[in-house]
């Protein structure tokens, strides 16, 4: 197996005033799981440490003879750089070194290519590899000199690459239409749930915590769920029902990672909008990652990004059983368990249902009765607690969740009135 992948060379390179050793060690290891996802096999790994990262070159023009050495000393098909390289610096690289070279960022959106299923999920990723390869073209209408198959050559394929500046930039114009329609087609979906009064709970966290695997175990959603870094790209959706009763949408998201490529955070936007539309976040944390406190930084800078931060989360600390080492704690509410434990999963439903209904606001409204689908809409937003009609209008007390209310219908809320907000 290991003959039919191509053979890897992976450098780092460290400043003073960056990452620490440890830092960049758990950066490169992490960047050796991303090449073995993407079906290469490390033959060797070279690190550097500079007072500044070279600008022409990154790292220094010593190392990089070392590297082209080590190159043709180990066969190695690929040079993969954990850092972003700039155009320049891929440019002066890929004419020194006698095999492909490719980035940390490049490495991300070929595993993307190899995971995109849907066609949404495979429209994200071509977005996001020509804007990427845009400024890295050296010359109109050059071919590109990694073509030739294997990894950094998956996704909008060879013919595409090949073309000039110009029918890139139409292709880049063409994928965001397409996308568009896309996204206003699933917009369509959300108000639909909107006005069904569906609760959204969207797992978020670090690609491979365990994710996918909860969802299945919480709703027999039966999606893939594989020990590799972004088993799981295209968004599942499944009812789960809660010990009040209630049932909940619970949606599978993409798995965030340190350094996300942007390209990746703006194409993928439409799909990460169901995290920015969920009434709960379910922050999946792998609690036996040595790196797990660095990881969850990540996830809430990525949260953060795309306006998310604000959206109440329940972090939930997987993996307890394999965990050892230090006390990890989250800001807000936190459980710890073990996925496939039946009363863990007992505990985080009673976790989720509380936490969704931790801040109640208490109301009442005075509607016409002559506008039946406000008070129905209120009915079903709300747990209405009593209710009489006074004349020509129906009072209604009522309490919900503060997330809810504050997504109530605006004509709603027009009417209510002795609005309190509880603790619960």
């Excluded at 060379?9 to 290891?29: F, N, R």
């Excluded at 790994?45 to 003879?65: C, F, H, T, Y």
Aim: aromatic letters at 4%; hydrophobic letters at 40%.
């Amino acid at each position: 197996m290991d003959e039919q992948r191509e053979r890897a060379i992976l450098v780092g390179c460290g400043t003073k005033s960056g990452m620490s050793a440890e830092q960049l060690h758990a950066s490169l290891e992490e960047l050796a799981r991303l090449a073995d996802t993407a079906q290469a096999q490390e033959v060797d790994r070279i690190i550097q440490w500079r007072e500044r990262l070279d600008p022409a070159w990154l790292i220094g023009r010593g190392k990089v003879e070392e590297l082209i050495r080590t190159v043709e000393e180990k066969e190695a098909d690929v040079v993969i750089f954990d850092q972003e390289l700039s155009p320049s610096q891929l440019a002066h690289l890929e004419q020194r070194i006698p095999c492909k070279v490719l980035d940390r960022t490049q490495l991300i959106l070929d595993i993307f290519a190899m995971r995109a299923k849907s066609k949404e999920g495979v429209l994200q990723v071509e977005l996001a590899q020509l804007e990427y390869l845009l400024p890295r073209l050296t010359g109109k209408g050059k071919e590109l000199s990694r073509l030739g198959g294997g990894i950094g050559t998956r996704g909008p394929g060879e013919k595409k690459l090949e073309t000039d500046r110009r029918h890139i930039r139409r292709r880049i114009r063409d994928l965001k239409a397409e996308l568009e329609r896309v996204r206003q087609h699933r917009q369509l979906h959300q108000v639909r749930r909107r006005k069904m009064e569906v609760v959204q709970v969207a797992l978020v966290g670090y690609t491979n915590a365990g994710k996918s695997t909860l969802l299945n175990q919480l709703t027999g959603a039966g999606v893939t769920a594989e020990d590799q870094l972004f088993a799981t790209l295209d968004p599942t959706s499944r009812f789960c029902e809660l010990p009040s009763g209630e049932r909940v949408l619970l949606t599978d998201t993409v798995g965030f990672i340190r350094q996300l490529p942007h390209h990746l955070v703006a194409a993928f936007r439409s799909t990460l909008e169901q995290v920015q539309e969920a009434d709960l976040l379910l922050h999946v944390v792998d609690k036996s990652h040595p790196e797990a406190p660095q990881q969850m930084r990540a996830v809430e800078e990525v949260l953060t990004q795309l306006d998310a931060s604000h959206i109440p989360t329940l972090t939930v600390f997987n993996k307890d059983d394999q965990a050892e080492g230090e006390l990890l704690t989250a800001t807000g509410e936190s459980i710890a368990i073990t996925a496939f434990r039946q009363a863990d999963l007992e505990r985080l439903k009673q976790s989720i249902d509380q936490t969704l209904h931790r801040v109640q606001v208490r109301g009442s409204a005075e509607i016409p009765v002559s506008r039946g689908e406000l008070i129905s809409h209120l009915y079903q937003a709300a747990h209405v607690t009593h209710s009489e009609v006074n004349g020509l209008t129906m009072k209604v007390d009522f309490h919900l969740s503060r997330r809810r209310y504050e997504r109530m219908s605006p004509e709603v809320k027009a009417f209510v009135s002795d609005v309190m907000q509880l603790e619960t």
